[in-house]
C-alpha cells in the first residue's frame, strides 16, 4: 500500500494541535496561531464569530476568558484522565499500574511530568501528543522509503488509539463540550471528537 505523505502531515499537524490545546493552558503565541490559521472556521466555526475574540487584546482574552475555561474544564469541574472513566473505582491511576506506561515504555514515549503538569500518563493531552510522535515517525519512515517501519507505525497507532482513547474519551469531550464557557473549547471539544472517530475509521483501512 501507498501511504500519502501529505495526508501524514495534515494528521500529524491536527494531534499536535488537539495535544497542545487539551494540555495546557493558552498563550499568547497560539493564540496568534488560531488567529492566523486558515481553517481557523472550519476547525472552530463558533470560535471565529465570538465577540471577544475579535475585539479583546490578547491579554484580556487569555486571562479573563480562555484560560478560566480551561482551568473550569481541566482542572477543577472534569477529569482528562483515561483510568478515571475506565476504572470501576474512578480513581486516577498515577503509578506503574498505569495501562497506558506499557505502551509508552515499549516505544520509547517519556512522559515530561514538570513540563506537561500532569499527574498521571494517560492524560487526554499525553495521549495525543503520543500519537503525534507516532505519525512523525511515520512520517519520516514515509519520506526514507521504509514501508516495513511505516506499516508497523500504522498498526500501533491503530492499536493505540482503539484500546485506549477510542475507548473513553468520548465522554471526557462531550463533558467539555456542555462545560465549555467559551467557544474555543466548545468547538475543540467537538472538533476532536469527530477528528478523532474518523481517524480511528482511517487507521482501521489501512491497517493491514
Known amino acids: 500500500m501507498t501511504y500519502n505523505l501529505k495526508e501524514t502531515e495534515i494528521r500529524a499537524d491536527m494531534y499536535a494541535t488537539l495535544s497542545r490545546l487539551l494540555l495546557q493552558e493558552v498563550d499568547g503565541d497560539i493564540v496568534d496561531f488560531l488567529k492566523n490559521s486558515s481553517n481557523l472556521g472550519e ?62 515504555h515499549e516505544y520509547g514515549f517519556k512522559v515530561e511530568f514538570d513540563t506537561a503538569r500532569v499527574v498521571s500518563a494517560d492524560h487526554i493531552g499525553v495521549e495525543l501528543e503520543f500519537m503525534y510522535k507516532l505519525i ?16 508497523k507505525l500504522v498498526d500501533i497507532q491503530n492499536r493505540f488509539l482503539h484500546s485506549h482513547i477510542l475507548n473513553w474519551v468520548a465522554l471526557y ?30 487507521l482501521k483501512s489501512i491497517d493491514g
Open 43 to 104: 476547525l472552530f466555526p463558533n470560535l471565529s464569530e465570538w465577540k471577544p475574540w475579535n475585539e479583546l487584546g490578547k491579554s484580556e482574552l487569555i486571562n479573563q476568558h480562555l484560560n478560566v475555561d480551561f482551568t473550569n474544564i481541566s482542572l477543577l469541574h472534569l477529569v482528562p484522565y483515561e483510568t478515571f472513566y475506565t476504572r470501576e473505582d474512578m480513581m486516577v491511576e498515577t503509578g506503574g499500574a498505569n495501562p497506558v506506561t506499557d505502551f509508552y
Open 136 to 151: 512523525s515517525g511515520q512520517q519520516e519512515a514515509i519520506i526514507k522509503g521504509d514501508d516495513e517501519s511505516v506499516k
Open 173 to 202: 469531550l462531550i463533558n467539555v463540550k456542555y462545560e465549555a464557557r467559551t467557544p474555543l473549547y466548545h468547538d475543540l471539544a467537538e472538533t476532536a471528537l469527530s477528528f478523532l472517530l474518523e481517524d480511528g475509521e482511517y
